[in-house]
T-cell receptor, first 115, second 113 residues
Framework: GAGVSQSPSNKVTEKGKDVELRCDPI?????LYWYRQSLGQGLEFLIYFQGNSAPDKSGLPSDRFSAERTGGSVSTLTIQRTQQEDSAVYLC?????????????FGAGSRLTVL | GDSVTQMEGPVTLSEEAFLTINCTYTATGYPSLFWYVQYPGEGLQLLLKATKADDKGSNKGFEATYRKETTSFHLEKGSVQVSDSAVYFCAPGGGTSYGKLTFGQGTILTVHP
């Protein structure tokens, strides 16, 4: 597609429920990233993919968080047993490759509110 | 891993004032350096970048020079406008944090007429 698409744009859920956030990167972009933006916390790296592989999962906050990417395209970030501290905007970005000089193109984000 | 120290905000200026937002980084290797901007209600987007020492990135009147000797990438604009009100993020990319762009905490800029 022309840009990075994320869905849902807004999600309100109850504590303890599971949520899935979807990212559709720019066509042909092999690198895909997930970040979290919390109020007052800046941008926190979660995970990145090169193709379908995730070389670095170090940013995932706990084992309740997982992510996968299939077909070198769409990625899903899953949060199990959501907690109130998971409330944040989850940002997805893609770039042509993992070359550090590449620009990341971000999606509009998925705002998650856990009640 | 890489890290970034970015000038804390919020920064409030009057229109046509001079802007500097400081950014220093720690990274091994030879990272590229980026400034991203987030306008109110919009997604994060690239403002400018520099890929090697002494390069100057520029866009929309903003400039930043890659200073390897001081590991800095300060953002400047000679005359800010109300429309520049946004959150600005500094980030080194590449180096040993290959693939993991590390962002600063962000600086909120508000420009008053």
């Amino acid at each position: 597609g022309a840009g990075v698409s994320q869905s849902p744009s807004n999600k309100v859920t109850e504590k303890g429920k599971d949520v899935e956030l979807r990212c559709d990167p720019i066509s042909g972009h092999t690198a895909l990233y997930w970040y979290r933006q919390s109020l007052g916390q800046g941008l926190e790296f979660l995970i990145y993919f090169q193709g379908n592989s995730a070389p670095d999962k170090s940013g995932l906050p706990s084992d309740r968080f997982s992510a996968e990417r299939t077909g070198g395209s769409v990625s899903t970030l899953t949060i199990q047993r959501t907690q109130q501290e998971d409330s944040a905007v989850y940002l997805c970005a893609s770039s042509p490759s993992l070359d550090g000089a590449n620009v990341l193109t971000f999606g509009a984000g998925s705002r998650l509110t856990v009640l | 891993g890489d890290s970034v120290t970015q000038m804390e905000g919020p920064v409030t200026l009057s229109e046509e004032a001079f802007l500097t937002i400081n950014c220093t980084y720690t990274a091994t290797g030879y990272p590229s350096l980026f400034w991203y901007v987030q306008y109110p209600g919009e997604g994060l987007q690239l403002l400018l970048k520099a890929t090697k020492a002494d390069d100057k990135g520029s866009n929309k009147g903003f400039e930043a020079t890659y200073r390897k000797e001081t590991t800095s990438f300060h953002l400047e604009k000679g005359s800010v406008q109300v429309s520049d009100s946004a959150v600005y993020f500094c980030a080194p990319g590449g180096g040993t944090s290959y693939g993991k762009l590390t962002f600063g905490q962000g600086t909120i800029l508000t420009v008053h007429p």
